[in-house]
């Protein structure tokens, strides 16, 4: 399979990555987390987002999504979140089997929650009938590529601690957001008030695993227990921490993200001012989505791979990933053009 669009999860492992992981595959570790490495990599993390972080390494987001979840929000409870939330869309349900709340969905212009959109979600407070609104949930950046702004998160924030609720973030691409808007883990996360974070390293040059940090110390002190209930619990787990752990060193994250977030501009600017093809979101973070006619989309898709995003409107999402080339980009646009002129004249395959 070449270099297509379709995701940042297509891509292959980071080289310093992988080394890590060679590194630690010798002799014989404590299993189960209890090893120098993850206590190493945890340190990492509390340097990134702040001493009274804890660190739990899962194997996946949706895991992670589902026990920050979990360790927040009773069953008779309920998260806010977008309609267009991976929680929602893709989790195949899993908050709402393993944890039994309620997902309180919200329809955004462009992915993102405001505090006027939540507060539409927020009522029945005491009245036993009604799920309880708990946790408001944002991706970020969105699944539509757009950002919070650093005010935006506080004005979330602001409006749980209002109404005694907390703020999980689903940041499967959070360097890339960092990146975005030139500010720390810390400074859009503890620094904001945010209570918990899915924070994802798959999309952006890691081979696998994910981790829970908790911001707030109230939040769930037995959490451990909940990680192993939810099948979550690696043995050895010295291998997930190796991958952060270079992750966190010299920047990778943030160099990787540069990179894919700059493809994603350079694939933006080829493409905007092309005649039939419409960008439908800004492109904030790596991701570029555009509508352009079905045929030229289906033909596109036999030489590249990328996923239709709406399918009755005609919209399609473009990922860049760390790997992403110009000549990539070149390439595809080159052959986005010829399948349009293709349309253009009424030429079938």
Not at 173 to 189: D, Q, S
Not at 236 to 253: H, P, S, V
Not at 254 to 262: F, L, P, W
């Amino acid at each position: 399979m070449k270099r297509g669009f379709g995701s940042d999860n297509h891509s292959g492992v980071c080289p310093e990555v992988l080394e890590a992981i060679m590194r630690v595959n010798k002799d014989h570790a404590v299993a189960y987390g209890d090893d120098e490495y993850c206590a190493a990599t945890e340190a990492k993390f509390r340097e990134q987002f702040g001493e009274q972080a804890r660190v739990f390494f899962a194997f996946n987001g949706t895991g992670c999504n589902t026990l920050c979840i979990d360790a927040m929000v009773h069953s008779h409870e309920a998260v806010v979140c977008a309609e267009t939330a991976h929680i929602n869309v893709d989790e195949c349900g899993a908050p709402q089997r393993i944890v039994g709340c309620r997902l309180l969905t919200v329809d955004t212009p462009d992915g993102k929650l405001t505090p006027e959109l939540v507060k539409t979600r927020l009522h029945g407070f005491g009245f036993e009938h009604h799920s309880q609104p708990k946790l408001i949930s944002i991706t970020q950046p969105t699944e539509l590529g757009t950002l919070y702004t650093l005010d935006e998160i506080k004005a979330l924030v602001a409006l749980a601690r209002e109404y005694n609720m907390y703020v999980h973030i689903d940041g499967a691409r959070l360097g890339n957001a960092a990146v975005a808007l030139g500010c720390t883990f810390k400074e859009m996360t503890t620094d904001l008030g945010v209570d918990a974070i899915s924070f994802g390293g798959t999309k952006n040059g890691l081979m696998m695993g994910e981790a829970v940090v908790l911001l707030n110390p109230g939040i769930c002190p037995d959490f451990k227990y909940r990680r192993k209930q939810a099948m979550q619990l690696c043995s050895k787990m010295r291998f997930i921490a190796a991958q952060f752990d270079a992750y966190f060193e010299n920047d990778l994250w943030r160099r990787n993200a540069e990179h894919s977030n700059a493809m994603a501009q350079k694939l933006y600017q080829a493409v905007k001012d092309i005649p039939n093809v419409r960008v439908v979101y800004p492109v904030q973070a790596n991701g570029v989505f555009v509508q352009l006619p079905r045929k030229v989309w289906k033909e596109l898709q036999n030489h590249y791979f990328f996923y239709d995003w709406d399918e009755d409107a005609d919209v399609v999402r473009w990922m860049c990933a760390y790997d992403t080339t110009e000549e990539d980009i070149a390439g595809f646009v080159e052959t986005l053009r010829t399948e349009l002129s293709r349309s253009y004249l009424g030429v079938t395959s």
